[in-house]
């Protein structure tokens, strides 16, 4: 490409001026992340907000982000990917803005987290674009790995600096300290990232609203199985055929996909460009590619799903100690992300994916066993979370480059989207997985147990009668079964039978994760075993 050419002949750091704004747009949005789950308490008590409202928030920015990135993708190839991220950049600084003025939580969820969900769904997706028209060679993959740093580095420096806002200013400074970002994210991309010619190409409409009603259901669906349960309802607003909603909507989402491909054949056949190009589907490269894409953020968010809550549940520790764990994921991933292109490019990909696979599956296990009764052995734990880390800057050293690789220059720069959903859609499985095995196999072992010891037959009633047995921490549970009628006494000896269920259970999530993963490994075959470059 023309622009590439510009681009790679600017001296020194001038080159990677672009790839510098980039990756502070994907900082950005974690940050984002961040402060939107630290402001419960303030949503609370200024906003009169309901926890109902809280999750609400949360999930509005996720599902619009998770089903309209396909369609951002797209957008950038036909209208430019650098008026495409700053318009993402403009909604994500206005909404953030509104944010901090809306007075109540209804402007705040349907007005600010609407405004940040779509500007992400614009902006995200263009990122990958941006590369792919900017850079090639070995400095494409060093820019891919770069973009997986940031993601890395938002994890550990994100959720403090808001904390430390938070605590200082409360939620209002946080998020205009966020908009002030995106504006500067805005102007840096203005002045700093070269034009980047559109494409003559139909923008798909119809594709866009199907893709998004699949992924709608398919996201909701994942999401709410600990809520509304997997088969039998629990807090479930409505049931189909006596079963909880959450499994029938998420494979409504499946079918609605599989149709949507159906037609975007037929569009791409009639008019030569289609929101899912068939060599995304049919390129074995490119599947394998998503895979290793969609791990990446499936093991980030189940790892730290049962991490953070083992951490912050079960052994009582706070922010410094989630921090830490934190960085001890995100610092192997940043170095491997960023390390591996730069100066082993001509490594096998398939070899640094399969390693990886290795090293996430060594960590999960090394995790389950670090787990006790009260709190974790920390030797294995951090091991495991290092572990982690250096599996999931393998992945991102590799997927975007695996995908981009095999594609014509057109699709590789639309390829941003699908990348970016396929994060979605496999961190919403994933967690969904993983919740549910913690979920219902700790309501199973716990209530198996209960049965057939001797504790006082109030507390076997209470155990029996009760539909659900979270994860919870040991006060929880005490104040659950003296409010049940037991005393302190017969509430400590189920107690003592919670603690092993609970750790039982976990190691089941981890040993989950462990054959997730494992399960992945046929789709990594068609990677390629020759590296992006030569050994020099």
């Not at 619009?64 to 318009?87: D, E, R, T």
């Not at 840096?188 to 699949?214: C, E, F, H």
Request: hydrophobic share 55%.
């Amino acid at each position: 490409m023309d622009v590439a050419i510009k681009n790679q002949n600017k001296s020194g750091m001038a080159m990677w001026f672009p790839l510098l704004v980039v990756c502070f747009a994907q900082v950005g949005t974690s940050g984002d992340n961040s402060v939107l789950s630290m402001s419960t308490n303030e949503f609370i008590s200024q906003l009169n907000a309901t926890m109902n409202q809280v999750q609400l928030a949360n999930i509005v920015y996720s599902l619009l982000a998770g089903a309209l990135m396909v369609f951002g993708g797209m957008l950038g190839i036909a209208k430019g990917f650098k008026q495409v991220f700053m318009a993402g950049a403009a909604l994500c600084a206005a909404g953030e803005a509104l944010a901090v003025i809306a007075p109540n939580m209804e402007v705040l969820i349907w007005g600010a987290r609407s405004l940040t969900g779509f500007g992400a769904a614009l902006m995200i997706p263009s990122v990958l674009g941006i590369i792919v028209s900017l850079y090639e060679g070995k400095e494409r993959a060093v820019a891919f790995g770069g973009v997986g740093a940031a993601t890395g580095v938002a994890a550990v420096v994100m959720p403090i600096g808001a904390g430390v806002i938070m605590d200082a200013s409360g939620y209002q400074a946080a998020f205009s300290t966020m908009s002030g970002w995106f504006v500067l994210v805005f102007l840096a991309a203005w002045k700093l990232i070269p034009n980047i010619k559109p494409a003559q190409m139909r923008v798909d409409y119809v594709g866009t609203v199907m893709a998004s009603l699949g992924l709608l259901a398919f996201i909701i669906g994942c999401s709410k199985v600990s809520e509304w349960g997997l088969i039998e309802p629990m807090s479930a607003p409505f049931t189909v055929m006596g079963m909880s909603p959450a499994l029938p909507l998420a494979i409504l989402g499946i079918a609605i996909m599989v149709v949507t491909m159906m037609v975007e054949k037929q569009i791409e056949q009639k008019h030569g460009a289609a929101l899912i190009p068939q060599s995304f589907i049919k390129t074995r490269q490119v599947r394998n590619g998503l895979y290793v894409t969609g791990l990446i953020f499936a093991v980030f968010g189940a790892a730290f799903f049962v991490t953070l809550s083992w951490i912050m549940v079960v052994a009582g520790l706070g922010g410094a100690a989630t921090g830490v764990a934190m960085a001890t994921m995100a610092a192997p991933m940043i170095i491997f992300s960023l390390g591996i292109p730069k100066k082993y490019s001509h490594w096998s990909p398939r070899m640094v994916v399969l390693a990886s696979s290795a090293a996430v599956c060594l960590g999960a296990i090394s995790m389950a066993y670090s787990l006790q009764a009260d709190g974790f052995n920390p030797v294995f734990m951090y091991t495991g979370l290092l572990l982690l880390g250096c599996g999931q800057g393998g992945y991102a050293s590799q997927s975007a480059m695996i995908v981009a690789s095999a594609l014509n220059p057109r699709d590789a720069a639309q390829s941003g989207g699908i990348q970016c959903s396929t994060r979605n859609v496999w961190q919403a499985a994933g967690v969904a997985i993983i919740g549910a095995v913690l979920l219902f196999s700790s309501t199973a072992i716990y209530k198996s147990e209960i049965a057939q010891s001797d504790v006082a037959p109030i507390v076997k009633t209470y155990v029996a009668e009760t539909p659900v047995h979270g994860f919870m921490s040991n006060q929880v549970l005490l104040e659950k079964l003296t409010q049940a009628g037991a005393d302190m006494p017969q509430a400590e000896a189920a107690l003592t039978i919670y603690k092993d269920v609970r750790i039982e259970s976990a190691q089941y999530s981890f040993w989950a994760l462990t054959l997730f993963v494992l399960l992945h490994l046929p789709g990594f075959m068609g990677i390629p075993t020759q590296g992006w470059t030569q050994k020099q």
